[in-house]
């Protein structure tokens, strides 16, 4: 399973979760040996409020070592679509989203937003106007409203009510001894998975950017917090391009575009039935994970 990394201090402006356990940990080390600095270029902007029309040119990339990973990809987003990424693990489908933040730097081709190159924009401005959510979400050592607060530095209580309220976390705040004054992490109250997904939501509320890039959990929460937080991303997504890595029949088949990615590139795309309908690598997927479903 693919994971956003960069070292920590990089990540501020954009990561709101963590990737945990050894293989993350591997991943971490080998890019601080290997991944080259990604700065910003002499005369780069400093981008504010994007529209989020998003344009994958002939972009090309591969991890070093002479493998290419992604060769002659182009796609174009419209900003507030919502695009769906399957296919066999390990296509790619990580690497695509990990490039508009520019977490790497694309070998071949171009990535504009708006019409402007990424690699014209400060670091911190682009990654100002994309939120992620990944399965793994990083909580430091301090209060629920420091955690929420992370997402946007500086924010009001006002600001952070209205976040958490509409990440849902309110229930969970009203459950805690000491409201949003409760230390959470290591040494606090521990929070489940589904809170701490809440979390990550309401970070995003409050920073509200318009670019939007879910990786999907794979596992870990049980079916009726799935679907409240699967909601709660829905809403999460409504104006703002979404990119998700997806791995969920439901979030797939909601999706305004279904972008199948396989080891030769973007293999197909379109909706959920005009896919089944071509009979190709989407409708052998979908039967797999329909009859896994089924049989679980
Ligand atoms: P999954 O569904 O398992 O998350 P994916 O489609 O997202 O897979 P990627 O994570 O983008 O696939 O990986 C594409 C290829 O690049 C794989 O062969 C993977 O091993 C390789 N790869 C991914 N991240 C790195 C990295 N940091 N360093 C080297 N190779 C990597």
Known sequence: VGVFFRPVEKINAVLETYPKGIAGFRRYTELLDTEPDITDAPDAIAVTSLKG?????????????????????????KA?????????????KTTICSLLPRFY???????TID???????????????????????????GTLRENIAYGRLGASEADILEAARRAKLDAVIAGLPAGLDTVVGERGVKLSG???QRLAIARIFLKNPPILILDEATS??????????????????????????????????????????DTTGIAEQGRHQDLVAAGGIYRRLHEAQAGIQQAS
């Not at 730097?105 to 990535?111: F, K, L, P, W």
Request: without cysteine; charged residues 20%.
């Open 194 to 196: 589904g809170q701490k």
């Open 115 to 141: 019409g402007i190159d990424i690699r014209q924009m400060t670091l911190a401005s682009l990654r100002g106007q994309i939120g992620i959510v990944q399965q793994d979400v990083f909580l430091f050592a």
């Open 80 to 92: 507030g679509e919502t695009v769906a990424f399957v296919g066999p693990s390990g296509a790619g």
């Open 220 to 261: 870990a929460l049980d079916t009726e917090t799935e679907r409240a937080i699967q909601q709660s991303l829905a809403e999460l997504s409504v104006g703002r391009t979404t990119l998700t890595i997806a791995h969920r029949l439901a979030t797939i088949r909601n999706a305004d575009r279904i972008v199948v990615v």
């Open 53 to 77: 029309d998003i344009r994958y040119e002939h972009v090309s990339f591969g991890y070093g070592g002479g493998r290419t990973v992604l060769s002659d990809i182009s796609l174009e987003i």
């Open 105 to 111: 730097e694309a070998d071949g081709g171009r990535i």
